[in-house]
């Protein structure tokens, strides 16, 4: 069974700092390229980020360029997503994902308020 | 910016069938954008329906389906029921290799 389970999510104050993980099981981890997408309360889907299963290529949102920084660790099967300089605007729910394996997980909550 | 596009409702009645597009503020959506739809209910995490244009995704059943009509992505849903009534987002990749999710659609079945 494909599993996603992100962890780290929590409530930050803005300026502050965040890392997402994302443990994968259930498929083989390094074939899949790696998205972070988040919804921000009562809106739509966000793409925030992507790595290729390689971990060589990543991409970004303009919203989130220079500040976010994904990453993965295929021997732990794990993607991670360190996120600098939080913003209001920032907070949602943040799902790991794969579009291109069709695999998500269930998300974490990033609230950022003082 | 590249703007993908979905119409931000539509209704269909039960058992009948409905076309949702996802499109680009300018240009066609072809299979190298790599469409894929999902659908999400309330406090739930979104769902893959369909990936890379027309592939359904483990135990989605084949009254959903996805293609190119004209110059957007489609899914179609036949013989909708009440459960159906969700949101529905498209996704496309972008030559730039980012991903641009379209705004949703909020199917009603009524």
């Known amino acids: 069974e494909v599993q996603l389970v992100e962890s780290g999510g929590g409530l930050v104050q803005p300026g502050g700092s965040l890392r997402l993980s994302c443990a994968a099981s259930g498929f083989t981890f390094s074939n899949c390229g790696m998205s972070w997408v988040r919804q921000a309360p009562g809106k739509g889907l966000e793409w925030v980020s992507v790595?290729?299963?390689?971990?060589?290529?990543?991409y970004y949102a303009d919203s989130v360029k220079g500040r976010f920084t994904v990453s993965r660790d295929n021997s732990r099967n794990t993607l991670y997503l360190q996120m600098n300089s939080l913003r209001a605007e920032d907070a949602a729910v943040y799902y790991c994902a794969s579009i291109t394996c069709a695999y998500w997980g269930q998300g974490t909550l990033v609230t950022v308020s003082s | 910016q590249t703007v993908v596009t979905q119409e931000p409702s539509f209704s269909v009645s039960p058992g009948g069938t409905v076309t949702l597009t996802c499109g680009l503020s300018?240009?066609?959506?072809?299979?190298?954008?790599?469409p894929s739809w999902y659908r999400q209910t309330p406090g739930q995490a979104p769902r893959t329906l369909i990936y890379?244009?027309?592939t359904r995704s483990s135990g989605v059943p084949d009254r959903f389906s996805g293609s190119i009509l004209g110059n957007k992505a489609a899914l179609t849903i036949t013989g909708a029921q009440a459960d159906d009534e969700s949101d529905y987002y498209c996704v496309l990749h972008m030559s730039s290799g980012i991903w641009v999710f379209g705004g949703g659609t909020k199917l009603t079945v009524l």
């Open positions: 890379n244009t027309n």
């Open positions: 790595i290729g299963g390689s971990g060589i290529n990543t």
């Open positions: 300018s240009g066609s959506v072809s299979p190298s954008y790599y």
